[in-house]
Each structure stands twice: as structure tokens, then as C-alpha cells.
């Protein structure tokens, strides 16, 4: 409001005055020119577009203009010019993209994505809205380089692979804090509704120095909703021809000095469907539930504290058709039943003196009572982080950040997996780690283009004693216009195999651990280069990654050796993730947007025969080349967006039994999305569409032997020797699917 009565102001000032003409210059911040810019002047109502060296000339009548000069990916800005003269004048934008995307994720502080030595895609609630989804999970579909894996066929489970490394390997944080790990990494992230969701920053490779051994292939760093800037009241709801339905609710509320936002979210889908014919649900049945409660405290001097509370009940269930409840771990009806309890708090409080401290802390509880078939599994898991934070700007040069942390873990479950070692008369043994930590990290100015970011971290471990993993990375930036950064990384990782492995819970089959498993070590590097460039009618952002991650003591699932067991083992020789990612990102001067992404990659083990030969083996359900997309475009008139996004994946090697007549691989699929929303007023939305446009799902015998699933007649019409194995699975079974949605928000800005 205030530019445009400024520039209102300017016009009536000079409304009487003259001119002849115009020239001139366009440029940035750094005084590089600003290609294909329009100049309009408002008074003779002329205009003409600055040439690719950011150049213009045009005449005028009027010895006064007003001109508004404007190029897609900066800011507008409003001059008057006055003179009975020919004039020469130099403008200088300023780029929307600085001051818009802000990442806390490389440093621990907010700075701005482009200054970040670390490559960091961000993710915000209006990228996430394009895509129909109701969770975390499968919001990131659509992101390059990022895939969401199914793990089991019946109660559909899954993880978040980074580059082509399992879910293991990605590190999922809440506004920084490590809530999500072990058990909730198979069930608690497709618990987090995306309602609650302000943006996810996306860190490809090592993040060990910061946030400990575990983020070792990646980190996705989910930032919510603060509670100042939510809405007064939030609804919406919506319903899809699979009988899913999903509703949410929110409220702003104050209370004293602090803002809180009260929410729930519901998602409900009871209505079994069996389109492939096996007898078995498609996807699996969920009542689910979850409340949040974030409160923000306004303190003196803008210092930060803040609360976030969430509480999250499930029942899911998968199986055979015809199960319910009574049949829960039995043996006459195949079901597997999940009913899962998890409380979160995380809270932020800096400490009121003079120099920077932010203390910082969580805590997760994590109950899980189950049954697969006949095999009971039930686990608590409790994970405790404290952190207190020492944010320094010693000079202009030089930005230092350090820790001390502290990783409290506690699990106990009723596998073989806590208990002792006395075969005789076995006790339960819950396990308790703690691991305290410290780092620090400096970021360096060597001169206007040139960053360098280092730091160290030690973490104690109570089996392996000290872990040290190192980082090192460089920004370069001859222009704000090109950006090249070159990083190192390592990371330390101690596997917890029933946890972070759904198959090894199945009842499908046995586990055997071949020896004491010794940790994972591994060593990154990646060289990432962005572009900027400036059309004539658009502005194209180009994003080109090389990464490199090479492993050693890998522990791996050998799924071949024995079709009856999942047999685990470090593994004799290497493993390696390498790969090229790229994006480009198109914004127009009419309201198109176009993001694409493409990733091409080569995961595999090299594995000691018993000749003493290293033999290359590709991984297991990991693609070589995936594909993303998402087209938008607004009809500003009608208030009515349109929203194609999707994704292409390509073939994986699948776990097969020996004479298996199921191909090895998977084909080549895609999973497309279209939706159309349409804004009425300032406070309802309506929006409807459909998933999975071309109606891909995997074979319907992905599940072996669906009809024989407590294995009871394997000896008769067998000679194969297949056993009941849902572990075939590499996307839903989910074919196309409509959807409607309603929402309402009221708020008082």
C-alpha cells in the first residue's frame, strides 16, 4: 500500500512538467546488468523492454516521468524523472528469491538460502498444497531426488529414501529437533499432517557436524506453522472415492504475552477395497488422530521461546478381506494390526544475556502394540535431545556457531532383540544409551565471492566411545548470478535392525543376525552449481548436483540367500551412492510456474566373493533415474489455479525368491496428479482432482502366495517352495483415485 501511494504521489507532483527522452540502465544489487527489464511510463503511458545487457532508450512528450520498472524475479521499483533534457539514468533492483527463502537447517540460524554454503532446497506450504496428500510422508513424492518407499504390501509402511540411500539413512527433524527416528520411522511420519507444515528444508548428503552420526545420508527438517503468523480459524476437509477422509481444525488463540495455535487433525479410511483380486486390502484401513498445540512467547527484545506439543493415536490395519479385530493373532485369518500411541514436546528458549544462547530441547514417546499374523511385536521407545546453542558474530568475516548436545535413547520391545544372552532362562533387557556431543563450526568470509564453512563434531558413544565426523564446505559466487559450492562430509551409523527394518517384523520370515554387527562409516562429497538467468518473458533458476558417498562396515539385508530368513551382516568390502541431480525452475511474466527435476544415479556393493573378488551388486528397490515435474498456473481473474504435478521412476531390483516367475525389476512408472482450486472471497476454497492419473499399481500377485498366508500347505502344488512373502512391493497398490476438498480460514490481517 505504502509503494503505491508513493508512487501515486510522484504522478500528481510532476503531472505538469516535460521531457524528451530516455536511456538508461538496468541493474542488480552487485551492479550486474538485469536483462530483458520493462520500463512503463505511467505519464505518456509508453513503455519498451531493457535489451540482454540491461540497456533502454525510449522518447517522451512530457519534460516529467514516472516510471515503473519492473523484471520477473526482482522487485518493482517507482523513479520520477523531471528535466527538459535527454537523460541518462542507472536503476538498481533488488531479487524477490533473497529475501523470500530463509534456511535454518545449514548453520542453526536463519540466514538466507543463497548466502547458505550448504545446498538447501526449500520446500514451503504452498509447494506442499499442490500436491493432493494428506502427510509428510507422501509429500515428498514430488521432490527430486527424494522418493517415499513402501516396505511392506499389507500394512504399508515406508521410509524416505535421499538420493537413492534407505530411510535409515535420512535424518527427520521437527523445527530442528530429532523426534523421528527408530519406530517412528516406520509409523510416526505418515502421521504428520501436512496442515502443520510452514515449509521443509531438504539437506542432500552428510549433516553429522550439527545434527549427529545418524544424518548421514540426508536431512529433511520439517519447520511448523508458528503460531503468530496461523490464521484466527482454520478448517478443511476432504473426501476421495477410496472412502479416505481427512479433516482438520485450527485455532489462534492469546493468552498473556503468548500466542498459541490449538489443532487437530483426523484422517479416517475403514472401507476395505480389493481391486487386484488377491483377497487382500489394497491399502491399508487407518483411524487416526493428532493434536498439536504450538504456543509462541513474546518476549523482551524479540529473544525466541517457543512450545510445540503433539499427540498422535492410530489404528491400522491390512490383510485379508475378510479380517477384524477378533482374528488379531490368530492364525485363521491373516491380518496385520498396528495400533500406535506417540506424544512429542519440543520447546526453544534463549537465554537473556548479552551473548546469543538458545537452549533447546524434545522429547518423544513412542508406544507400539502389534500383530503380524501370528507374531506379536510390541515396543516403547523413548528418545530424550537437549541442546544448548552458542551463536557468535565475531566480525564482519566470521560467524561461529557451537554445541553441547545430548541424545537420551531408551527402547524395549518383546523380540529376542532385548534380551540377554542366557539361552536358558533369557531376561528382558531394554537397552539405554546416552550420547553426549559437542561441536562447533565456523563460517569465514575470505572476500565478497568466496565462503568457507568448517566444523567438527565429537560424539560419545557408549559401545564405540568417541565419533568424530568433520565437515568442510565452500560457496563461491563470482555473481549473484551463479553460485558454486563444493562439500565433504562424514557420518557414523549403529543400526538397530527392528526398528528400522518393517520386513524383519512380518512373520514372513525369520531374522538372523550372522555376527556382531560393527557401525557403518561413510565418506560424501558433492559439488552443487545454481544459475540465474533473465528472458525476455521469464526468470529460470538452474540447480546442477554431483554427490559421491562411499561406505564402509555396510549393513545390509541379504533377503537371496535363504528365502525363509532376512540374514544381516556387515558387509566384506563397499558400498557406493553416486549420482548427477538436476532442477530448473521457471517463473513467468504471466502466472505460469514450472518446476522440473531429474536425478540419475548408480547404487550398489561391491561384496568380497570367496575367491577374495570384490563383485558389483546393485541395491536392492532403488531406481537409476527418477523424474519430478509440477506445472501451475492461475487464472487471476476467475481466482481458479491449476496445479500437474508428478513423478517417474525408474526400474529397481526387488527381493525375488530362487525360480521366482516374478520379474526382478520393476517397470517403468509414473504417478501423476492433477488439481484445480478455486478461491472464493478472501476466506473459502474449494478444490478437487485426481491422483494417479494413469491408474499405475504393481502386479497383483506382488504378494506371493496371498492365498496361503500362514504358510499351511506349502508342501502340496509347490515345487518351487514359496513361502507367503509381502516384501514385493516398491509403490501403492492405490489405482486412480478423485478427490474433493473444502477449506475455510478467517483471519485479521
Known amino acids: 500500500m505504502n509503494f503505491i501511494l508513493s508512487c501515486f504521489f510522484i504522478i500528481v507532483s510532476y503531472i505538469v512538467l516535460g521531457q524528451t527522452s530516455i536511456s538508461g540502465v538496468v541493474v542488480a544489487q552487485n551492479n550486474e546488468q538485469v536483462s530483458f527489464a520493462n520500463i512503463f511510463d505511467s505519464i505518456s503511458k509508453t513503455g519498451v523492454a531493457a535489451d540482454f545487457k540491461g540497456d533502454f532508450t525510449f522518447e517522451v512528450k512530457q519534460p516529467t516521468s514516472v516510471l515503473f520498472i519492473s523484471a520477473i524475479g526482482y522487485q518493482t521499483k517507482c523513479i520520477a524523472i523531471t528535466s527538459k533534457k535527454d537523460t541518462n539514468i542507472s536503476v538498481q533492483l533488488q531479487e524477490i528469491a533473497a529475501l523470500e527463502e530463509v534456511v535454518v537447517s545449514g548453520t542453526l540460524s536463519a540466514v538466507s538460502k543463497r548466502e547458505s554454503p550448504i545446498p538447501i532446497e526449500v520446500y514451503n506450504s504452498s509447494f506442499i498444497d499442490k500436491i493432493p496428500v494428506s502427510g509428510l510422508f507422501e509429500a515428498t513424492q514430488n521432490i527430486n531426488g527424494v522418493r517415499p518407499q513402501l516396505n511392506c504390501a499389507v500394512c504399508n509402511t515406508g521410509d524416505i529414501h535421499i538420493n537413492g540411500m534407505e530411510g535409515p539413512y535420512t ?15 516406520v509409523y510416526g511420519l505418515q502421521g504428520i499432517p501436512t496442515s502443520l507444515i510452514q515449509q521443509m528444508e531438504v539437506v542432500k548428503g552428510p549433516a553429522s557436524t550439527l545434527y549427529g552420526s545418524q544424518a548421514v545420508g ?56 480389493d481391486k487386484n483380486g488377491d483377497n487382500f486390502t489394497d491399502i491399508t484401513q487407518q483411524n487416526r488422530i493428532s493434536l498439536f498445540n504450538k504456543i509462541d512467547f513474546k518476549r523482551k527484545k524479540d529473544r525466541e521461546a517457543s512450545l510445540l506439543m503433539r499427540y498422535l493415536y492410530e489404528d491400522r490395519w491390512g490383510g485379508e478381506l475378510q479380517w477384524n479385530p477378533t482374528f488379531r493373532g490368530g492364525d485363521s485369518v491373516y491380518g496385520e494390526s498396528i495400533y500406535t500411541t506417540r506424544f512429542e514436546i519440543v520447546g526453544k528458549y534463549q537465554i537473556p544475556t548479552k551473548e546469543r544462547l538458545i537452549l533447546s530441547g524434545s522429547y518423544s514417546n513412542h508406544l507400539q502394540n502389534s500383530f503380524y499374523g501370528t507374531t506379536s511385536y510390541n515396543a516403547l521407545q523413548q528418545i530424550g535431545f537437549g541442546q544448548l546453542i552458542w551463536d557468535k558474530q565475531w566480525n564482519l568475516k566470521n560467524k561461529f556457531v557451537s554445541g553441547l548436545v545430548t541424545r537420551y535413547e531408551y527402547y524395549d520391545d518383546n523380540s529376542f532383540a532385548t534380551q540377554s544372552l542366557d539361552s536358558i532362562n533369557p531376561t528382558n533387557q531394554p ?13 569465514t568470509d575470505i572476500n565478497e565471492n568466496l565462503k568457507i ?114 540374514i544381516y551382516d556387515n558387509l566384506a568390502g ?176
Do not use: C
Not at 172 to 179: F, K, V
Not at 239 to 260: F, H, M, N, P
Not at 519 to 532: D, F, M
Not at 588 to 603: C, H, K, R, S, Y
Open 574 to 749: 563397499n558400498a557406493v551412492s553416486k549420482g548427477i541431480s538436476l532442477n530448473a525452475k521457471l517463473l513467468f511474466e504471466f502466472p505460469l510456474t514450472i518446476n522440473l527435476g531429474a536425478t540419475v544415479m548408480d547404487v550398489y556393493t561391491n561384496e568380497m566373493n570367496d575367491a577374495g573378488q570384490l563383485v558389483k551388486a546393485p541395491q536392492l528397490l532403488t531406481e537409476n533415474i527418477t523424474g519430478t515435474w509440477g506445472i501451475s498456473y492461475k487464472f487471476l481473474k476467475q481466482k481458479l489455479s491449476i496445479d500437474y504435478t508428478g513423478n517417474a521412476y525408474g526400474p529397481m531390483f526387488l527381493p525375488v525368491f530362487e525360480n521366482d516367475f516374478r520379474p526382478e525389476k520393476s517397470p517403468l512408472f509414473s504417478i501423476q496428479n492433477i488439481k484445480i482450486t478455486k478461491n472464493i472471497k478472501d476466506s473459502w476454497k474449494i478444490s478437487l482432482g485426481v491422483r494417479n492419473l494413469l491408474n499405475f499399481t504393481p502386479p497383483a500377485n506382488s504378494i506371493l502366495r496371498a492365498f496361503d498366508p500362514f504358510d499351511k500347505d506349502i508342501i502340496n502344488n509347490n515345487p518351487n517352495n514359496y513361502t507367503f512373502d509381502p516384501t514385493y512391493v516398491y509403490t501403492s497398490f492405490q489405482g486412480i483415485t478423485g478427490f474433493f476438498g473444502l477449506r475455510y480460514e478467517f483471519s485479521k490481517k
Open 431 to 443: 537397552t539405554i544409551d546416552i550420547y553426549p556431543g559437542v561441536f562447533v563450526q565456523n563460517s
Open 218 to 273: 540426508g536431512l529433511i527438517n520439517v519447520i511448523t506453522k508458528t503460531a503468530e503468523e496461523a490464521p484466527e480459524f482454520s478448517f478443511g476437509t476432504s473426501i476421495s472415492t477410496w472412502r479416505e477422509l481427512q479433516t482438520d481444525l485450527s485455532v489462534k488463540y492469546k493468552l498473556g504475552k503468548a500466542t498459541g495455535n490449538l489443532g487437530v487433525d483426523y484422517f479416517n479410511n475403514t472401507k476395505p477395497i
Open 171 to 185: 535424518m527427520i527433524t521437527i523445527d530442528g529437533m530429532p523426534l523421528v527416528g527408530g519406530l517412528s520411522s
Open 453 to 566: 564453512l568448517s566444523g567438527i563434531r565429537l560424539d560419545y558413544h557408549t559401545k564405540h566411545k568417541t565419533i568424530f565426523t568433520p565437515r568442510l564446505n565452500f560457496k563461491y559466487s563470482p555473481s549473484p548470478k551463479f553460485t558454486a559450492r563444493l562439500g565433504y562430509g562424514n557420518g557414523f551409523r549403529v543400526v538397530n535392525v527392528f526398528t528400522e527394518d518393517h520386513a524383519a517384523l512380518t512373520g514372513a520370515r525369520t531374522v538372523e543376525i550372522a555376527s556382531q554387527l560393527n557401525p557403518e562409516r561413510s565418506h560424501n562429497g558433492n559439488l552443487n552449481l545454481e544459475k540465474r538467468i533473465n528472458t525476455k518473458w521469464s526468470y529460470i533458476t538452474l540447480d546442477a548436483s554431483v554427490f559421491y558417498t562411499h561406505f564402509s562396515n555396510k549393513i545390509i539385508p541379504d533377503y537371496e540367500t535363504n528365502s525363509d530368513k532376512i
